[in-house]
């Protein structure tokens, strides 16, 4: 497994779990001296117990030297980072190529090459035409396997995936293929063999389409708003049409992650590349970056519509709960929002304000929430963890300057919030 970080380190983990001998490869000798110690790099529920065991078991070790890893494997799967590129939005595979020119060189024999990190449609050509330079006369087969983990949730998704998507048409990759993953085949989840390129595809549609449902329940949450109606009970009642289905309609203050923000460019650039614009995706991107920094401005106006001189208490900085990931998280547009008006900030997080640190210094970080609503004028509830679903609110009123809450993920019911002195402001309702 070449990359130890979220998709590598989950799935080395997992696969180890199933039987298989896996070595996870990573640069970054720090990263592999902390796996080895039993740190994760990560926060991922049950992953640390995971990779403990597995580590235990001689199933699961960790390298810097990817020749010595690669040399004997019947797969290596490339799963590095493809962030994207500054400037255009396209997928940057600075990595990936990287990772191929030492696989190539360390290739030793027949080997499945598995590309797990998610890239746009071709990659997995011009993977396969560097290794056919590097690599020498070896039978390889370059193959496509894009991963659909949910941070938070990342390896009950692996163990119990919607289904497992493989694109190759060659019979003895996808033999190999099968060996690997035979532990949920018996567990009856599908595998769907396609073309390589109709794979790398499947994962930006996949998760565009889930943007797309994000960003549209978030207008309809605008217009609930504007016309005295309930975006949660729209939400139950188109959801419940089985065609529609009731994730991914939960209102909010917009999508964040590792993962939306740049597959959604990423296919943007590759529909403009092939001259096919694909004009939904490019609204939701729009839609979804105007709703972020609207966010702040919805606190602002909380607060009287003037943030100058005013201290606000946001709860939850992280883009979703039982993750420590920052990446395009809401919290930074309406962080900068409120700096930006003057305001001062306090806030806390179960996981992110390690990460959160380094990306906003102005801000105070607090080790509860009670701690952060200390004479605030306002609370802002921004990721939904749980530690703040039951808050008691009475203490968290007494403990503030003013008496505003913003729930900005509906995790109050209006009533009980203002029942305890609350000016209440939430999404759609």
């Known amino acids: 497994m070449i990359g130890s970080g979220y998709v590598g380190l989950v ?60 040399a004997g494997a019947d797969a290596v799967f490339i799963a590095v980072g493809t962030p994207s590129r500054r400037g255009d939005g396209h997928a940057d595979l600075t990595y990936v190529f990287e990772a191929t020119r030492e696989i190539g060189a360390a290739i030793d024999g027949p080997v499945v090459v598995v590309t797990k990190s998610t890239v746009p449609v071709g990659t997995g050509d011009k993977v396969e035409a560097i290794l056919s330079e590097v690599a020498g006369d070896f039978e390889i087969a370059v193959v496509s396997n894009p991963e659909f983990l949910r941070e938070g949730a990342a390896i009950g998704d692996f163990k119990r995936p919607d289904r497992i998507v493989i694109g190759t048409e060659d019979a003895r990759a996808q033999q190999v293929m099968r060996d690997i993953y035979r532990p949920l085949y018996l567990n009856e989840s599908p595998i769907l063999f396609t073309g390589r390129r109709t794979s790398e595809l499947i994962k930006y549609a996949a998760n565009a389409f889930l943007a797309t449902k994000i960003t549209f329940i978030n207008e309809i949450a605008d217009l609930c708003e504007a016309v005295g109606a309930n975006v949660q009970d729209v939400s139950r009642g188109i959801g419940l049409d089985n065609r529609i289905g009731s994730k991914f309609l939960h209102a909010g203050p917009g999508y964040g992650g590792s993962c939306f923000p740049k597959d959604t460019l990423a296919l943007l650039k590759t529909a403009e590349d092939y001259e096919t614009p694909v004009r939904i995706v490019e609204a939701v991107v729009q839609v979804n970056d105007t709703r972020k920094r609207a966010m702040g401005r919805k606190v602002i106006q909380a607060l009287g519509g003037d943030g100058k001189g005013k201290t606000v208490a946001i709860l939850g900085l992280t883009f979703k709960p039982n993750t420590d990931d920052m990446r395009d998280a809401p919290s930074l547009a309406v962080v900068q929002s409120l700096l930006d008006a003057g305001a001062k900030v306090r806030a806390h997080d179960p996981e992110g304000m390690e990460i959160a640190r380094a990306m906003m210094p102005e801000v105070t970080y607090c080790g509860d929430a009670y701690e952060a609503a200390a004479g605030a004028d306002a609370v802002v509830i921004v990721t939904e963890w749980d530690i703040y679903r039951a808050l008691d609110l009475a203490r968290l009123a007494k403990a503030m300057n003013g008496q505003v809450m913003v729930d900005l993920r509906n995790v109050y019911r209006a009533t009980e919030v203002e029942k305890a002195g609350f000016a209440y402001s939430s999404i759609g309702r």
Do not use: Y
């Open 11 to 70: 799935s080395g983990a997992c696969f180890s779990d199933f039987g298989h001998d896996v070595i996870c490869v990573d640069k970054d000798a720090g990263k592999i001296a902390a796996l080895e110690a039993g740190k994760m790099p990560i926060f991922e529920p049950g992953l640390d117990t995971l990779v403990a065991t597995n580590v235990a078991a001689g199933r699961l070790s960790f390298t810097t030297d990817l020749k010595a890893a690669v």
